[in-house]
């Protein structure tokens, strides 16, 4: 079971964090270089689709895999020990990218303009960066150590 909770949990890593790099690094430039929002819409519409189930399933399986690492919440919220800590660092950074997201798809996404591009570009980069660190962080966590 728990091999197959890990399949899904990578099958999830690769679709939340292979789409926003992909995101990141080919269509936000582009839509930067030629100001037309309308490539980051487009993106979006299609990515939201599997995106959002990916980060859900991640949520699921990755409580699963750290309850077998640590049975007790509350060490992952005092960041008790090194293998807490980590499964913590993952929680605070979920907070992040929902806080990141939530603003995204209120906010920003519905008054998107070519002059609000780059704010649009920095909410794409941080959750960008946190969902690298959240990859990062998985494998402190699958070694038990750097
Ligand atoms: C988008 C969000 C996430 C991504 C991209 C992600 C990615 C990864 C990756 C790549 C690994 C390495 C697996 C390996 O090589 O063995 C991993 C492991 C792990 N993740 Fe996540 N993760 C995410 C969210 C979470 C969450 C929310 C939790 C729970 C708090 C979590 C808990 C764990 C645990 C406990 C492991 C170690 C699994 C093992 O080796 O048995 N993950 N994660």
Same mark, same amino acid.
């Given at each position: 079971?728990?091999?197959?909770?890990?399949?899904?949990?990578?099958?999830?890593?690769?679709?939340?964090? &292979?789409?926003? $790099?992909? +995101?990141?690094?080919?269509?936000?430039?582009? *839509?930067?270089?030629? %100001?037309?929002?309308? !490539?980051?819409?487009?993106?979006?519409?299609?990515?939201?689709?599997?995106?959002?189930?990916?980060?859900?399933?991640?949520?699921?399986?990755?409580?699963?895999?750290?309850?077998?690492?640590?049975?007790?919440?509350?060490?992952?919220?005092?960041?008790?020990?090194?293998?807490?800590?980590?499964? &913590?660092?993952? $929680?605070? +950074?979920?907070?992040?990218?929902?806080?990141? *997201?939530?603003?995204? %798809?209120?906010?920003? !996404?519905?008054?998107?303009?070519?002059?609000?591009?780059?704010?649009?570009?920095?909410?794409?980069?941080?959750?960008?960066?946190?969902?690298?660190?959240?990859?990062?962080?998985?494998?402190?966590?699958?070694?038990?150590?750097?």
């Amino acid at each position: 079971m728990d091999y197959s909770v890990l399949v899904i949990h990578l099958l999830g890593a690769a679709v939340w964090t &292979g789409g926003h $790099l992909v +995101l990141a690094l080919t269509v936000l430039p582009r *839509a930067l270089r030629l %100001r037309d929002p309308e !490539i980051l819409r487009e993106f979006e519409q299609g990515f939201e689709r599997i995106g959002i189930p990916a980060l859900l399933v991640q949520v699921a399986s990755g409580v699963w895999l750290a309850w077998r690492y640590s049975p007790d919440p509350i060490a992952w919220i005092t960041l008790a020990d090194p293998v807490s800590a980590g499964i &913590g660092l993952k $929680l605070g +950074l979920l907070v992040l990218t929902a806080l990141f *997201a939530v603003n995204a %798809r209120f906010r920003v !996404i519905p008054q998107l303009s070519a002059e609000t591009l780059p704010l649009m570009a920095l909410h794409i980069r941080a959750v960008t960066l946190f969902s690298v660190l959240f990859v990062a962080t998985g494998a402190y966590l699958s070694r038990g150590g750097f």
